[in-house]
């Protein structure tokens, strides 16, 4: 209990939940939260599908990932620089968004909201370094924990709380709450500490992009291995990308939304996630990816069941809670894949790598996802989003065979590079 107490207390430790916070604030503000605005003001579905384009810089933050590790802002140290700066630049664009009109000036809202995804997904690359430079070996779980914690607790107030305070506020008033929450965020960096052990930044471009790339492709099937993990949430992302505007339409409050879908959501999600780790634990990666595979897609269909029974709340509620549960268990299978599949090495790049990947496929499903609700309507919406699931499914041989309960042979060679 001591030692718990001792590296729960320790100021390294304590200063990522409010840079967790800082992380996960923004993410809603551009995702579900805008889509309830945009809903609420009668934008058409179609254009709320396409706004998904806004998250485009998580998926390609890789590209300047390396500038920021080789460059840094004087004052406050090479990452807390550049960390305090993307605050200051994120509260005045999430303020400056929520006095736009996506009713009226739409490509306005679009371009702030890029501006925020863009501020957003730079401060996620310095955080995700600084937290790896600053903690000592024994504080790595911690501090992981805290910052997920943060995470988390952020995903909440920017989601299910502004969709509660929206009900009574305007949306200019919920937006420069959310701006000056990013503002005291700032204390959180001006207090952590500088990292103790100097790190000595990449010389080259060559060094910091190019070797850890190259270490990567030339593997046999690395492309395909690209293209599995584009392809294996996609049901989920499809399904996930009109959540929001589906509820409001059945008739729910913003309320009933923030409360169920964001709040009771959230903690199944967490649920979700803490079982998978249990079923990884007994059948191994590959089985667990089969498994959750399909039953990830399959949950798809209770929003089918909720869509033909209309506004009942029993129904909303097993339909989010399912839709979570499962959909927790397939994460957290397929990120214990991806950290399988890095070079220890270069880790935090190659990692970079693939996680952009599945940001892009979060964003780029969401595109057509108006356009089919227009034209084939809810319940048969939500059933046709299954088959998104049959694409990775079919690439499960390849990369995550059944029988293999550990790596796969693609894995194991990348500790042969």
């Known amino acids: 209990m001591k030692d718990w107490l001792k590296v729960y207390s320790s100021r390294r430790v304590l200063c990522l939940l409010g840079l967790g916070l800082s992380s996960g604030l923004p993410l809603a503000l551009t995702g579900s939260t805008l889509q309830a605005w945009m809903a609420s003001v009668k934008v058409d579905l179609r254009l709320i599908g396409i ?25 406050l140290g090479r990452r807390r620089g550049w960390i ?8 005045g664009s999430i303020v400056s968004l929520g006095f736009s009109s996506p009713a009226s000036m739409p490509w306005v809202t679009a371009c702030l909201a890029l501006a925020v995804a863009f501020f957003s997904a730079s401060q996620d690359i310095v955080v995700d370094a600084y937290r790896a430079d600053v903690l000592a070996k024994a504080e790595l779980g911690a501090g992981a924990a805290t910052s997920v914690i943060g995470y988390r607790i952020a995903m909440l107030i920017s989601g299910a709380l502004a969709l509660i305070l929206s009900d009574h506020l305007p949306w200019y008033t919920v937006y420069g ?3 000056v929450m990013m503002i005291l965020n700032t204390s959180f960096t001006l207090w952590a500490p500088e990292p103790e052990e100097r790190v000595i930044p990449p010389k080259t471009m060559k060094e910091a992009v190019l070797e850890p790339l190259a270490s990567y492709f030339q593997r046999s099937g690395a492309v395909e291995m690209l293209l599995f993990i584009m392809v294996f949430k996609l049901a989920d992302a499809v399904a996930g990308a009109m959540t929001t505007p589906f509820l409001l339409d059945l008739g729910f409050s913003r309320t009933d939304v923030g ?4 709040a009771f959501g959230l903690l199944s999600t967490i649920f979700g996630t803490l079982a998978g780790g249990g079923i990884i634990a007994r059948i191994g990666i590959n089985r667990s990816l089969w498994v959750f595979a399909f039953i990830q897609a399959l949950s798809n269909l209770s929003f089918t069941a909720l869509a033909m029974l209309g506004k009942s709340y029993p129904a909303m509620v097993i339909a989010i809670g399912m839709e979570n549960i499962c959909g927790g268990m397939g994460t957290a299978a397929f990120i214990a894949f991806l950290m399988s599949l890095c070079d220890k090495r270069f880790t935090a790049t190659q990692y970079a790598l693939l996680s952009s990947l599945m940001a892009v496929t979060r964003v780029l499903a969401g595109v057509p996802t108006g356009f089919m609700v227009e034209s084939m309507g809810w319940a048969m919406f939500y059933a046709v989003s299954v088959l998104g699931a049959v694409p990775g499914i079919l690439l499960l041989p390849r990369f995550a065979p059944w029988n293999d309960r550990g790596q796969t042979d693609w894995a194991r060679s990348t500790e042969s590079v």
């Open 177 to 179: 709450l959310m701006g």
């Open 84 to 91: 305090f700066a993307s605050q200051l630049l994120l509260a």
């Open 259 to 262: 409360a169920v879908n964001k």
């Open 51 to 75: 706004f998904s384009l806004v998250g485009l810089p998580y998926t390609l933050k890789i590209i300047w990932a390396p500038l920021m590790d080789r460059y840094s802002i004087p004052l």
